[in-house]
């Protein structure tokens, strides 16, 4: 298995990153959509992150059109759109795919992790993967879970709760 911490992203902003840019933090990994009935879920995510922040979490919004082209836009227009309409203050990624022949490195492996009834391909817009401060994936979640919901909540804190592991030597 790839180490998450490897694989490479590219920021809304054009920046070139990795993963590993969030070791030793939580990250709840969501593709997003400013054009979906769950788009109202950045309301959430932003609380979420606030909330959490300061405690190690991450939430990485990953924009995606591939369900229904519900996310059409450029990146510049889709930071704005969150910024604008959501007060969205966590990290974006460059627009992504995540399914299919063109899926991004991170999806390829987030994507193996099985959980009751979401193993495999991303299905929806607003999926969440929760990665610990390890770089693991410890959690998955559907698009009709709220990110303010009980089961979220809980596997949000047990991951805070981890310790951060060791860095490497040249970190």
């Known amino acids: 298995m790839t180490s998450l911490h490897e694989i490479p992203l590219t920021m809304n902003d054009g920046t070139e990153t990795t993963f590993g840019r969030f070791r030793g933090q939580a990250v709840l990994v969501v593709n997003v959509a400013s054009k979906c009935g769950y788009t109202p879920q950045y309301d959430g995510l932003e609380a979420l992150y606030e909330k959490y922040k300061d405690s190690g979490l991450v939430v990485l919004g990953v924009p995606c059109n591939q369900f229904a082209g519900q996310e059409p836009g ?25 399914r299919g022949k063109e899926q991004h490195p991170l999806y390829h492996e987030l994507v193996k992790f099985k959980h009751g009834i979401l193993p495999g391909i991303v299905k929806w817009n607003f999926e969440k993967f929760l990665v610990g401060r390890d770089g693991t994936v410890v959690e998955r979640f559907g698009s009709k879970t709220e990110p303010d919901d009980a089961a979220l909540l809980t596997a949000v804190e047990s991951a805070l709760a981890e ?9």
Request: with cysteine; charged share 25%; proline share 12%.
């Open 163 to 171: 310790a951060a592991p060791p860095s490497s030597p040249g970190e």
């Open 74 to 98: 450029e990146d510049a227009e889709i930071a704005e759109f969150c910024r604008l309409n959501y007060g969205v203050t966590f990290p974006l990624t460059a627009k992504s795919k995540v």
